[in-house]
């Protein structure tokens, strides 16, 4: 007699379904805050390698011309076209010490320049949002900037034909140490070279701040701070335009060459209450730290 037949399941019911399912939800949430913090730490840790090598170009350079640093400009912060017409600018000197294109042949014309996510250019940190009206232009009228260089330098010369300078910057000099430096010169070295910055006159290189990560949008700091607003549009700035897209911070380089994270609020918020915007440097305790210095000659507060 042959045993009954009993029919065989060929599907899973409906509550090992949805077990199955709860698991896999399950695991999906446990991995993806992971996941999001693992690429949140490869994007910093990127950015931060371009900052370590503006430091190898940065000291590269300094090198070659008896301890002086490449020229920020000393025209206004936002005329980046007319200091960029200088061959001594710091977007033209450092690139070929770290075999990129010199500023000069990727700013003169809108498609050429390198934007967001474009991660092969040491000018950009690829993982920075992009603003609606980037890469910006700027132009400059065919007047020369105020400048004398020594010829040894690396000047132009003469007076640049009229143009126009398109430029997208995630990383750039800072703007307080160079005018603390000028001040504090002496007079020879101040005519023939002013705004160079020459590394011997900083007392603390390695808490000197050389170049910072500049935002790209607000939307990387919190609501309401002190510094929300400002143009974004500058060849050079101060602790008013640092970033906070890489874990509420953002990247800085000394000037003895080695580079660090800070934390936004850390940076521009701390002795915020001891700056007054019409002071001069030096003797403007402005936002200098022990550990993250903006002008080398002013005091400490903290």
Same mark, same amino acid.
């Given at each position: 007699m042959k045993p009954p037949?009993?029919? /065989? %399941?060929?599907?899973?019911? #409906?509550?090992? $379904?949805?077990v199955v399912i709860s698991i896999i939800a399950l695991l999906i949430g446990i991995l993806l805050p992971a996941l999001?913090?693992? /690429? %949140?730490?490869?994007?910093? #840790?990127?950015? $931060?390698?371009n900052v370590r090598q503006w430091g190898i170009g940065m000291m590269a350079s300094a090198t070659d011309r008896n301890e002086y640093l490449p020229w920020v400009g000393d025209s206004g912060a936002d005329n980046v076209a007319l200091d960029a017409s200088v061959d001594m600018w710091w977007g033209h000197v450092v690139p070929p010490y770290l075999d990129q294109p010199s500023y000069r042949e990727l700013g003169a014309n809108p498609d050429t320049v390198p934007i967001p996510p474009d991660g092969g250019s040491i000018f950009l940190d690829p993982s920075s949002d992009v603003p609606d009206n980037a890469p910006y232009q700027n132009s400059y009228g065919g007047a020369a900037p105020a400048v004398n260089l020594?010829?040894?330098?690396?000047?132009?010369?003469?007076?640049?034909?009229?143009?126009?300078l398109w430029f997208f910057f995630s990383y750039v000099p800072s703007s307080a140490l160079p005018r603390s430096l000028n001040q504090a010169a002496d007079g020879d070295v101040n005519k023939k070279f002013p705004n160079l910055m020459p590394l011997h006159k900083i007392p603390q290189t390695s808490a000197t701040i050389l170049m910072l990560e500049m935002r790209a949008t607000d939307d990387e700091i919190p609501d309401?701070?002190?510094?929300?607003?400002?143009?974004?549009?500058?060849?050079?700035?101060?602790?008013?335009?640092?970033?906070?897209?890489?874990?509420?911070?953002?990247h800085y380089l000394f000037t003895d060459g080695h580079g660090s994270w800070f934390d936004y609020m850390y940076v521009t918020e701390a002795g915020r209450d001891l700056f007054k915007e019409?002071?001069?440097?030096?003797?403007?305790?402005?936002?200098?730290?022990?550990?993250?210095i903006w002008d080398p000659l002013g005091p400490a507060t903290d």
């Amino acid at each position: 007699m042959k045993p009954p037949h009993t029919p /065989r %399941r060929l599907g899973f019911t #409906l509550i090992e $379904l949805l077990v199955v399912i709860s698991i896999i939800a399950l695991l999906i949430g446990i991995l993806l805050p992971a996941l999001g913090a693992a /690429r %949140r730490t490869a994007r910093s #840790l990127a950015s $931060l390698s371009n900052v370590r090598q503006w430091g190898i170009g940065m000291m590269a350079s300094a090198t070659d011309r008896n301890e002086y640093l490449p020229w920020v400009g000393d025209s206004g912060a936002d005329n980046v076209a007319l200091d960029a017409s200088v061959d001594m600018w710091w977007g033209h000197v450092v690139p070929p010490y770290l075999d990129q294109p010199s500023y000069r042949e990727l700013g003169a014309n809108p498609d050429t320049v390198p934007i967001p996510p474009d991660g092969g250019s040491i000018f950009l940190d690829p993982s920075s949002d992009v603003p609606d009206n980037a890469p910006y232009q700027n132009s400059y009228g065919g007047a020369a900037p105020a400048v004398n260089l020594n010829p040894s330098f690396g000047s132009s010369g003469g007076t640049p034909p009229p143009g126009d300078l398109w430029f997208f910057f995630s990383y750039v000099p800072s703007s307080a140490l160079p005018r603390s430096l000028n001040q504090a010169a002496d007079g020879d070295v101040n005519k023939k070279f002013p705004n160079l910055m020459p590394l011997h006159k900083i007392p603390q290189t390695s808490a000197t701040i050389l170049m910072l990560e500049m935002r790209a949008t607000d939307d990387e700091i919190p609501d309401g701070v002190t510094f929300a607003g400002r143009d974004l549009d500058r060849g050079k700035a101060n602790w008013k335009r640092v970033a906070g897209r890489h874990n509420d911070g953002g990247h800085y380089l000394f000037t003895d060459g080695h580079g660090s994270w800070f934390d936004y609020m850390y940076v521009t918020e701390a002795g915020r209450d001891l700056f007054k915007e019409d002071e001069v440097f030096p003797g403007n305790p402005g936002f200098n730290r022990t550990d993250l210095i903006w002008d080398p000659l002013g005091p400490a507060t903290d």
